[in-house]
T-cell receptor, first 117, second 113 residues
Framework: AQKVTQAQTEISVVEKEDVTLDCVYE???????LFWYKQPPSGELVFLIR??????QNEISGRYSWNFQKSTSSFNFTITASQVVDSAVYFC??????????????FGSGTQLTVLP | NAGVTQTPKFQVLKTGQSMTLQCAQD?????MSWYRQDPGMGLRLIHY???????DQGEVPNGYNVSRSTTEDFPLRLLSAAPSQTSVYFC????????????FGPGTRLLVL
């Protein structure tokens, strides 16, 4: 079973629209970490946010916000008033430090966001 | 700080050739790792290291070797390149395995003919 699921392969919005990227994860650990990374067309991977399993507070950073809900095993990412520069592939990732597995950071398959002018 | 650096940025190899992808970090991070990124498959872990002299296999280790002689450097060696190894390779580091945020290098795009 996939541990991190990003069901939205591609999303296209018009500039200034709000958009939410979904992430559903699966783990048996009580301690884990969730991440979002952005990969713009230039190809680098840019860290956006890290959240541990004990902190369910929503996070807001400028136009970005994250909604972490353990009850639904989701860690969704919302961009408010999207801009063309937000166009990128966004990855959600899960870290399970105590798993003993080699999969220390498991990535979803990514969501390609295109913001049209 | 330069963060995580990788060289080369792009490389073309012929089947059977060997090469080393270089990775260095200047953040004194314990944990370093190599991923490959293929279309539609996200990133997959190749090898990782929890400190100098300690390495272990990830999800897709076949055809690759690593070593960690210093905290800063974590080279990835392709022993005999195959077309299936055509991919984008990312090196990452974090202050601690599984807990710290992993910061990624700019990537190396490898084409094996």
């Amino acid at each position: 079973a996939q541990k991190v699921t990003q069901a939205q392969t591609e999303i296209s919005v018009v500039e200034k629209e709000d958009v939410t990227l979904d992430c559903v994860y699966e783990t048996r650990d009580t301690t884990y970490y969730l991440f979002w990374y952005k990969q713009p067309p230039s190809g680098e991977l840019v860290f956006l946010i890290r959240r541990n399993s004990f902190d369910e507070q929503n996070e807001i950073s400028g136009r970005y916000s994250w909604n972490f809900q353990k009850s639904t095993s989701s860690f969704n990412f919302t961009i408010t008033a999207s801009q063309v520069v937000d166009s990128a592939v966004y990855f959600c990732a899960l870290s399970e430090p105590s798993s003993g597995s080699a999969r220390q950071l498991t990535f979803g398959s990514g969501t390609q966001l295109t913001v049209l002018p | 700080n330069a963060g995580v650096t990788q060289t080369p940025k792009f490389q073309v190899l012929k089947t059977g050739q060997s090469m080393t992808l270089q990775c260095a970090q200047d953040m004194n991070h314990e944990y370093m790792s190599w991923y490959r990124q293929d279309p539609g498959m996200g990133l997959r872990l190749i090898h990782y290291s929890v400190g100098a002299g300690i390495t272990d296999q990830g999800e897709v280790p076949n055809g690759y070797n690593v070593s960690r002689s210093t905290t800063e450097d974590f080279p990835l060696r392709l022993l005999s390149a195959a077309p299936s190894q055509t991919s984008v390779y990312f090196c990452a580091s974090s202050y601690r395995q599984g807990i710290g945020t992993q910061y990624f290098g700019p990537g190396t795009r490898l084409l094996v003919l």
